[in-house]
Each structure stands twice: as structure tokens, then as C-alpha cells.
């Protein structure tokens, strides 16, 4: 998959999956291959999981065989939380101005 997840769960990259992208979660685990930005509470790098790019949590496990090439950001769940919400509000600001846009033609 190629883009943007944004969850409030758990997103789970399993053994044959593979993310580009940034990921935006309560908690991220990685078993397969990530390749972006990621912004979480609590990030498992599991044996078969590769990472490369910025995760920024205050929690980030790496289990032997498991791969990370890049930077570890600190960050706080109110930060991710905040962040969450800037989105959603963007969206919404998004729909509406889809909606005006589609009733004035």
C-alpha cells in the first residue's frame, strides 16, 4: 500500500505486507516492510519487520532480526492525539469546500 493511514487502533504490517507512506496510530507493529513517516504511541519493529524513515514515539521496540535505518523522534500521545485531530478538521474543511463547490455548478 502507498499513501497515508491514519487510525486511532492498532495497524499491524504483517510478514508479506509492505507500507510507503505515513502512518498516523495508537500503535504500530511492523513484521513486514514500512517505508515512510510514522507518528504512534508505541511502535514494535518485529523479527521480520524493516523500517526506514522517521518514527517519532517515546515507545519504539526493535526485536532481534528486526531492521530500522533512519530517526527516532520523541513525541507524546497529546502530540499524536493533536495531530489526529488537525486532521480530521482539515478533512472536514475539505468536504465542505467539496460541497460548495458542487453546488454552485
Known sequence: MEGKINTEKT????R???VK??????KVII???F???CYANHVEILPHGKAQGTIHSDE???????????????TTEDQVVKLQQHEAKAELS??????????AS
Request: charged fraction near 30%; charge should be negative; aromatic fraction near 2%.
Open 31 to 33: 513484521n513486514g516492510l
Open 94 to 103: 475539505n468536504e465542505k469546500a467539496s460541497k460548495k463547490d458542487s453546488s
Open 60 to 74: 519504539l521496540s526493535i526485536e532481534r532480526g528486526g531492521h530500522f535505518i533512519g530517526e527516532s523522534q520523541p
Open 16 to 18: 508479506s505486507g509492505r
Open 21 to 26: 507512506g505515513e502512518i498516523i496510530a495508537d
Open 35 to 37: 517505508e515512510g513517516e
Open 11 to 14: 495497524l499491524i504490517i504483517s
